[in-house]
């Protein structure tokens, strides 16, 4: 990465928290000023006025901070450059603030050579911020305390039966019944579940060793990218659940995703591609990327 990337990032973490404290307003406010919420996929896949505005806001700073740069979102497209882009989850955790949970991130990416390689992640309830760049580690920053960074690495837990995993559900619920079966599985090997309902702060959690791992079905891009390379460089692994890197340059392809503290990934993906073969009769069914 060159040096011009890595001099944006603190001028991308400024913007991110500063737009980010829109969110945690919103909860706070929530019962006097309540949501418009629409439906997109599916009942259960959420879009509020809050996730435009503030992915409105982040195109604007975005386009200053690297002008000419296409920009990959959840809610929109800006058209740019393809070698150097942007991967951008406004508000993971839209169904959490619907309900006023208090549980959310805002997720944003640098793409290079068709990998991330500068995430920064958001939890504005926490004020926590996780960092990284491609082959400089992975960095905590809790700026309630602050500013300093703490460096980030993942659990060293070596079997499942002292793992604590966290796992997603899909928005499509004909995808459920797949996860429930990974989950019943894992559930029976595991010491506990957790599912929490932001993919991206599962994949810090991961990164920061409270979770020893994660495992999710039909993720997009923006819901990886940053996730992805902060475990990366803290010493974790993520795949999709056939092994392969997960990462995409495009906002329609779905990837079925594992990461781990990479102690436990061969454990997962068996299991995963296990209930796999057994619901579906054909892993690639439901392992490979799907439109």
């Known amino acids: 990465m060159n040096d011009d990337n890595v001099d944006i990032l603190e001028p991308l973490i400024r913007t991110i928290v500063g737009i980010g404290q829109q969110i945690k307003q919103a909860v706070a406010h929530l019962i006097y000023s309540p949501l418009q919420v629409a439906t997109k996929s599916s009942f259960a896949d959420l879009v509020t006025n809050l996730d435009i505005d503030v992915e409105s806001q982040l195109i604007q ?120 079966e990974v989950a ?52 974790g692994v993520i795949t999709t659940w056939d092994g392969t890197p997960p990462y995409r340059s495009d906002r329609y392809t779905s990837t079925s995703v594992i990461a781990s503290n990479g102690r436990l990934h061969a454990d997962l993906l068996k299991i995963a591609q296990t209930e796999s073969n057994l619901k579906n009769g054909d892993a690639t069914a439901q392992i490979s990327q799907t439109a």
């Open 184 to 235: 019943s599985t894992l559930f029976q090997q595991c010491q506990d579940l957790r599912r929490n309902g932001s993919a991206s702060l599962d994949l810090v959690q991961v990164a920061e060793g409270i979770f020893d791992g994660y495992i999710e079905l039909n993720l997009k891009s923006w819901d990886i990218a940053a996730g992805g390379l902060i475990i990366e460089e803290s010493g």
């Open 61 to 180: 700073a975005l386009e200053q901070i690297k002008p000419g740069a296409l920009v990959v979102s959840e809610e929109t497209d800006v058209p740019g450059s393809k070698e150097v882009f942007w991967m951008v989850d406004p508000m993971d955790g839209t169904t959490n603030i619907v309900h006023g949970v208090p549980h959310a991130a805002i997720s944003v990416a640098l793409h290079e050579n068709q990998r991330p390689i500068m995430g920064v992640i958001y939890n504005p309830f926490t004020d926590v911020v996780y960092h990284a760049t491609l082959g400089h580690g992975a960095w905590r920053r809790d700026l309630q305390t602050s500013d300093n960074d703490v460096r980030l690495a993942v659990s060293r837990t070596h079997s499942l039966s002292g793992a604590l995993i966290a796992f997603g559900l899909p928005y499509d619920r004909k995808s459920a019944p797949l996860m429930f």
